[in-house]
């Protein structure tokens, strides 16, 4: 196999960290693997199981990369593991517990074509959603109600549940903030440097869609 022309053919990189999240991930695999809207060609889908008490398996794929490390990288070092084996023209970032929409990807790959210099959030629905829990924990960063299909938003909406990037921002100096050992904010602070360094925007999109279960922090 051409490994050169397969990385020049690959669209997405979908990047996602775990921690003893085995069925729920296997869960959302299934769904992005069973119609994603793209050739399994276009898309690699790369898991980085930070130190799980059981290591993370699932079926073997060609374009299926699983990275088990022996210690706990955190959300910001198992993301940077992901984006060193990435090879996609745009980085799709998720979280181990969410659900994608019926062709997720391609919707994903769309978007991004559409406007190739910017970030893509997909919106986040929430199965049990508490608008009063929502604002009181996440304030404003996690809160999808109101947002505009279309519109564009600053660092603050830079949540890696569901955004893509264009992966030609990210090199061995801009990548996630190790310092970040616990739960968020990673993120927002890496949206913070990318729109200083870039002017890097981010694009808010009602579809690509992905369901999470609200878990308090």
Not at 77 to 106: M, V, Y
Not at 199 to 206: H, L, P, V, W
């Amino acid at each position: 196999m051409n490994l050169q022309k397969k990385s020049e053919n690959i669209e997405l990189s979908v990047i996602i960290p775990t921690k003893n999240g085995n069925d729920r991930l296997k869960n959302n695999l299934n769904l992005l693997f069973d119609n994603p809207g793209l050739s399994d060609e276009e898309f690699e889908i790369i898991i980085i199981d930070s130190n799980s008490e059981y290591p993370f398996t699932y079926e073997t794929k060609s374009n299926l990369q699983i990275i088990n490390s022996t210690i706990d990288l955190g959300r910001a070092g198992a993301r940077n593991k992901g984006i060193e084996s990435a090879t996609g023209k745009r980085i799709l970032f998720l979280d181990d517990d969410i659900e994608p929409c019926e062709e997720f990807l391609l919707k994903h790959k769309s978007v991004g074509e559409k406007y190739p210099d910017s970030a893509i959030l997909g919106k986040i629905n929430y199965f049990n959603e508490d608008e009063s829990c929502l604002k009181q924990i996440w304030d404003t960063a996690f809160y999808f109600k109101d947002l505009v299909h279309g519109t564009e938003h600053n660092f603050i909406k830079f949540i890696t549940a569901n955004i893509s990037i264009p992966r030609k921002y990210v090199t061995n100096s801009m990548l996630f903030s190790e310092e970040f050992m616990g739960w968020g904010y990673e993120d927002i602070e890496f949206g913070y440097r990318l729109e200083k360094k870039f002017n890097m925007k981010i694009i808010f999109s009602a579809n690509p869609m992905v369901f999470l279960n609200i878990i308090k922090p």
